[in-house]
């Protein structure tokens, strides 16, 4: 009998852990598909077959004042040449392949990325 409480105890609280990590990671993915995404996150833009690696936020075009999203690299090959960098905007983004880390220092960054992002 005791054996039989133990194991319903045990499946209870497991039950309870596998919901509690379910709603953390959903809550993840919104907030992913809400914000910037972090760097060394692998996407599929639009129209495209070729991954591509995030590896900056907001850069500029040469003399043009068009700020984008994210500067990114093909992946796997990487940066092969500094000509190749791509530039890209969030609303690009057909499929994200592979989330990178995210943790409250990715957090904070992505946060001062957006406040960076309303002053221009």
């Known amino acids: 009998m005791y054996k039989v409480l133990i194991d319903l105890v045990s499946y209870t609280l497991h039950k309870k852990m596998k919901k509690k990590e379910k ?30 690696l995030i590896i900056g936020y907001l850069p500029q075009e040469g003399a043009d004042t068009r700020v984008f999203d994210y500067s990114g690299v093909p992946f796997p090959e990487g ?19 592979h989330n990178s880390l995210i943790d ?17």
């Open 23 to 52: 709603r953390k990671k959903d809550k993840i993915e919104v907030y992913i598909m809400n914000n910037f995404l972090p760097i060394g996150t692998i996407v599929l833009l639009k129209d495209s077959t070729k991954k591509i």
């Open 79 to 97: 940066l092969i040449d500094s000509k190749r960098i791509l530039l890209f905007d969030h609303k690009q983004i057909e499929k994200i392949c």
């Open 104 to 120: 409250m220092e990715v957090i904070g960054v992505i946060e001062k990325v957006k406040k960076v992002k309303e002053e221009l």
